[in-house]
């Protein structure tokens, strides 16, 4: 008890403004039956200092591209976030937190980017909004370099963040600072509230590094033993580091539940309503007299941030105007990548694309990837991505690639061997707008990554994850570098949209797609392998782009359907040929984006698929999602089991990827 | 080149024990065709100290239980530890080196645990070796513990690793070595392979960390600048650290592919083979004229350990023989424990679970587990795990719980917000032998281990997964903390078995399973909710075994089959009262584990799923799995979007998991 009455001392628990706050976070949280009070009431001067004496926002305009960032990344602290914004004058009505938790309230469980005004991006899975946050001060800074000029600073915001204990723990922790501090991210704060509990109890007997050594060692500023609970102390922190030129880490001692005066400082306040008792009595404490879910007039004018906010936006606007003046077609640019619109030639550059795709011929798809980024990024210049370490491998470098530590107008972002990082970096970027990120690694590490892919997907943020080597077709590395549940495994993540091309065109296709997808991720997949160029005829190559098509048509009826992605497309074909001369006419449908085939209209998926007769489905990956396709009648050439150590053929020939093998199968069915 | 140019001067580069590593491993790579010969030639001096003058191990025992541990984290090395083990008498004979990388060779791409002798994990994945050996360290102290009595000391061994940059990157680095500097891993040694390379080129441009003082801050001893071609300056840095009661970071300078004239020091020497003329002369730089995969006489003889292997070997053997005087019962139980040997009483146990959970009654099935648990424990010494700081809602503590922090002989490791540092530990401990580890965390967050489930997998090590809160119905906490597509994509993984149960019954059966399978991991997926216990004869019950069975069989011949699993089990249930009430008679069949179901016989499948007739499936998550099992005719009851933030019971009912919309799915099914 010794530290926490040393630390409260310094501050009085009876400010109004952060009494508040703590009141509203105890109302909502009993109200709900259910969440988070400890945090909330823990961070209550932190989060008043930085919201209303430096956070730059317009409570008016969330959208205010020049604002300030702020991310919690601790979201379980989401009360804290929904009382600030209703406080200082956004659009979150009292009716709002009062059903905090409620189905389809404005006020989720944890902050949810979409679904509430002024939230920045979803936060819960702990350390993600922190590499978020590294993603949003890479963008602001890249975009500055890219869009200011002498004389006009219109890019020019700070991105701050909350994180706690068990942001910290996380290894993602670890991969974004470790980036962000050798980038040198001025302009970002990260505000640790260092309570010393976690959820199993206090964090000595699981936790004992020196964070502010660790930070250090990454090249952050790092200002040691700030009171938490002192707005002064707070606001001296802030403002110094926003000089220093590093990334800034502020290590806040706080008190959890702090106010709760048997709850306080343990593990008990942190994810379950304090009751009735407790909470009258936490409220008795920092004298607030106000019945649940009332704040006081005079309360709110101390929050309300809306004329300040309309300063500063009105401010930037000015400063905006002089540079539209001065650079128009640069500052119509600018307000084109904010909006995130495609470029007025995205339909010629689709088309150059698709050009430089055919004449790659036959080639690795990872390289028509290479080939078709080229040819679009002249067009994009928002395209900002790279690889995690395996630049030449994934081949995302393209003629133009200049990294933003050489030059930070770049358009390259050496992330290192960090999957997880980069990947939830590129959320950050992307939320913070004016870029479309894309990322790479090999598919087998998506696994590294999955959960930022999935919040990507959550979030229907435009990210392209470009994951290469997608079967036991890499060869020599072996079964833990060989994908095998993989391509199915990212089909199941809601909102995600997989297309794994079986060739140069389709690169080109796939490509296309995610750059004009505004709501959500796409993952594109693609070989070490050479495949060879498909012929299609132009109906067919536009046909592409419902994701599942068919490829050939023999000329009499079909008695079978042969479905494949990707490498085995071209197997198909070739067990096509075999079915052929003995006299069997087989449909080829390649279906490189199955999520897009499946949106198309039943009866036109029906001309693609025909259940008169049966399919055989090949993918060297887990068969079980194509079952659902070809039903008991029809089989699957797949592998269900890990890979194996050797050359590319001798592995082909020992899983049976082989055209005889699929004409077969085909024999098989038919003959059932 | 200064740097170059310094490090070599300290060493000879002619020295015949690290010249025949570094010509094995370019022979190797040369005759792939394909591999890493850089990091082999980087660490030479690192490994030859290492192994001939540290290392404790008997080549002609590679399962000597006492043996210290080798873990070669930087996996695309492999050739390394392939020349190391058959340089010093391990059963890898020169035929195997020459297959390096050739399908069924015993010389894999990557190490492999189970394909070679003498290695001890599987790597390639960066950073899961490091924290595997983190596992085996713990996994020798908590056996010492354990097992060691005053005068009789039989577990003594130490965990020695070898990481390079990517491994340090990677965020389960910072998971594993927090965790490591807590617990005082005092025989845990990390050689670090600081070359400054990795894959996209000189490392200093995306990885400027202070590695050292990164540690120091997790509270490990860290030797710097250690020349790591200097065998004096490697082994005086082994001894010292040894003897510092931390674990240690031993920083080697190295030159990766050193000897090689032109691509030594570069991401040249990386990935690829060096070509013949390089090869031809960097044979020629440090001196070995001898054909390619040929070693003389003297050589082998300076290499040789298994005349000190056998001596260390005897040695441990007659102390344990003295043990096993003094304590002949703990000796008896110490080699049951090695072995992997259930206990004797393993069917009484798992009986008494059952009936502990028969007296549960209706429990959510995440309390459930902590029933069973606490009933296999006491005759499960072996059991060695945690949670991810979620014991009190994963509820994996039980009566006996007593973190090794307290106790070293305990049992619960308190593995902190580390999710995928928690898995790839798990493993290490399940590799090194003596435990069977069980590690816990929400079901979502298996996205942050998902790499080290499936490194379980692959490995086929017994690792227990405890994934609880496993769908929409956890309620309040919304998307981000909801799975939806984690159950089936969990699936996907081979050889991993997933049980979802119904009820307490089919949890004691789940962990039941986990515990008695040898040659792989189990998750176990637990509700939030509380689930009503199901009726069921003693045949029933025990048909729980067979992953899949019928619950419920109507009087009449069924119309139509409900197939459920986990929460849904009780759904089917209510359907079918519904459907009975108007006359249309349901099968319902609970699918605890689809793996286990779809190993039995097609007869005794077909005695549960009878496709005479339509089936629905319902689980509260993504449909696509079931499809394959209900065909065309059927229909799945699941969930293919993002959820939301609410109470339990308005989500089930906004997403249709109702007993109303079962039925009626079925009438729909019949009336096609």
Redesign the interface.
């Known amino acids: 008890m010794n530290q926490i009455q040393k630390i409260t001392a310094d501050a009085s628990l009876s400010w109004p403004v952060t009494a508040a706050l703590r009141a509203l976070a105890i109302d909502a949280v009993e109200a ?1 039956k ?2 988070h009070p400890g945090a909330p009431m823990g961070m209550a001067e932190m989060a008043a200092v930085l919201w209303r004496q430096h956070l730059r926002h317009d409570p008016a305009d969330p959208k205010w591209p020049d604002r300030d960032r702020f991310v919690l990344s601790n ?1 379980h602290a989401s009360m804290l976030v929904y009382a600030l914004l209703h406080l200082t004058g956004y659009d979150l009505p009292m009716s709002e937190i009062k059903r905090f ?5 404005k006020t ?3 902050p ?1 980017v979409g679904v509430t005004v002024g939230v920045e991006t ?5 350390g993600q909004g922190f590499a978020n946050a590294v993603g949003m001060a890479i963008a602001e800074k890249t975009l500055a370099a890219q869009f200011n000029r002498p004389g006009h600073t219109i890019v020019d915001h700070r991105t701050f963040v909350f994180l706690g ?2 942001c910290l ?7 974004a600072a ?2 962000a ?2 980038l040198k991210l001025g302009k970002l704060v990260a505000l640790y509230d260092d309570n010393g509990i ?3 109890g206090k ?1 000595e ?7 502010p ?2 930070f ?4 952050w500023n790092v200002v040691r033993n700030v009171d938490g609970h002192h707005p002064g102390a707070i606001d001296a922190a802030i403002s110094a580091s926003l000089q220093t030129g590093k990334p800034s880490l502020i290590c806040c001692k706080t008190v959890i539940g702090r106010g709760a005066p048997t709850k306080q400082g343990t593990e008990n306040s942190h994810g379950a309503p304090l009751g009735p008792e407790e909470a009258a009595q936490a409220k008795a404490a920092f004298g607030w007299s106000h019945p649940p879910f009332e704040v006081p007039a005079d309360v709110y004018a101390m929050w309300d941030q809306r004329a300040r906010g309309a300063g500063l936006h009105a401010d930037w606007t000015a400063r905006f105007e002089a540079y539209r003046q001065a650079f128009p077609e640069l500052a119509a640019e600018f307000e084109r990548r904010v909006a995130g619109d495609l470029p007025k030639s995205f339909t010629e550059a689709a088309a150059r694309a698709v050009t430089e795709a055919k004449a790659a011929g036959n080639v690795a798809s990872r390289k028509a990837g290479q080939v078709v980024l080229s040819a679009f990024a002249p067009d994009f210049p928002e395209l900002l991505g790279g ?1 995690a ?5 994934n081949l995302t470098n393209f003629k133009g690639t200049l ?1 933003i ?1 050489r030059d930070e107008a770049g358009n390259t972002i ?5 999957e ?2 980069m990947s939830a970096i590129a959320n950050g970027i992307a939320l913070h707008g004016g870029f479309i990120p894309f990322v790479a690694t090999f598919l ?2 998506s ?2 990554a ?2 930022a892919i ?2 990507s ?2 979030m229907g943020q435009r990210v392209v994850y470009v994951f290469t080597h997608d079967s036991i077709a890499l ?7 060989q994908p ?2 993989h391509v ?2 990212l ?5 995600l949209d997989v297309w794994r091309p079986a060739d140069a065109v389709e690169t080109a296709y796939a490509w296309r797609a995610a750059l004009a997808r505004r709501d959500g991720p796409t993952a594109i997949i693609l070989s070490r392998q050479t495949l060879p160029a498909q012929p299609r005829d132009a109906a067919t190559e536009t046909a592409i782009a419902n994701g599942g098509y068919v490829l050939s048509e023999p000329a009499t009826a079909p008695a079978a359907v042969l479905v494949a992605t990707g490498s085995e497309v071209a197997l198909a074909v070739a067990a096509r040929d075999l079915l052929a001369a003995a006299n069997v006419p087989v449909r080829v449908v390649s279906i490189p984006c199955r999520e897009a085939f499946e949106r198309l209209a039943p009866a036109d998926q029906a001309k693609v698929i025909d ?1 008169a007769v049966p399919h055989v489905a090949v993918e060297a990956g ?1 068969t ?2 194509w ?2 396709l070809v ?2 009648a029809g089989e699957v050439v797949g592998l ?3 890979g ?4 590319e053929k ?2 082909l020939a ?1 899983f049976g990827f082989t055209p005889q093998r699929v004409a077969d199968t085909v024999k098989t069915v038919l003959s059932r």
Chains 1, 2 share one sequence.
Do not use: K
């Not at 370490?389 to 491998?393: E, F, G, I, M, V």
């Open positions: 709900a259910s969440g979201g938790r409620q189905l389809h309230s989720a469980g944890h949810e979803t936060t819960g899975p702990l204990d068990g723990m996380e290894g993602i922790s670890h991969e470790s980036l501090g050798r976690s959820i199993d964090v007997e699981w936790f004992a590094d020196d964070t050594a660790r250090e060692a990454y090249g690889s370490d395996l630049t030449h491998s990294p530590t050496l992330f290192g061997v960090r997880f990082g087998v590490f696994d590294y999955r959960n999935r919040m997907a959550l060869g020599e590395d072996g079964p833990t570098h095998v549940e199915e495994s089909r199941l993540i809601p909102n259940r887990a079980r999602g079952r659902a039903g008991f269900d089991r890990f194996e150590s050797g050359p001798d592995l020992h």
